[in-house]
Every structure is written in structure tokens, then in C-alpha cells.
């Protein structure tokens, strides 16, 4: 696998801990889409969180 990166300072290690950390956090979101059924995600903030609690309620307002 080759990363290209622009982040020069940074050991190759450390790029590689960072691509690895960041695919979990896909993973995550790619799970919790589908087991709440979330085509995308709206928000961009810690505010998009009211967007993943309205997915999961049984009912709607």
C-alpha cells in the first residue's frame, strides 16, 4: 500500500497510525449508517449528533 501525504515532518510511521486510526472511524460510520438506515450524515459538527438520534427513534415528531 503507498499513502501520499503532504505532511513531510511527520515519520512514515506516524502516517500509517493516522490512515489506520482514520479507517476505523470510517468503519464506524459506515456501520452505524447502515444499522440505522442514515443515507448520509447532514451535519458537520458535535450538533449532528440530534441527526443520528433522530434516526434511531421509533417514531416521528
Known amino acids: 500500500m503507498v ?3 503532504n505532511q513531510l ?5 506516524t502516517i500509517a497510525a ?6 476505523q ?3 464506524f ?10 443515507k448520509t ?6 450538533n449532528a449528533a440530534t441527526q443520528i438520534w433522530t434516526a434511531r427513534s421509533p417514531c416521528c415528531w
Open 41 to 46: 450524515f447532514v451535519g458537520t459538527s458535535e
Open 18 to 23: 493516522i490512515y489506520k486510526e482514520r479507517w
Open 25 to 27: 472511524i470510517e468503519l
Open 29 to 38: 460510520f459506515k456501520a452505524l449508517k447502515q444499522s440505522l438506515k442514515v
Open 3 to 5: 499513502l501520499v501525504t
Open 9 to 13: 515532518r511527520l515519520a512514515a510511521r
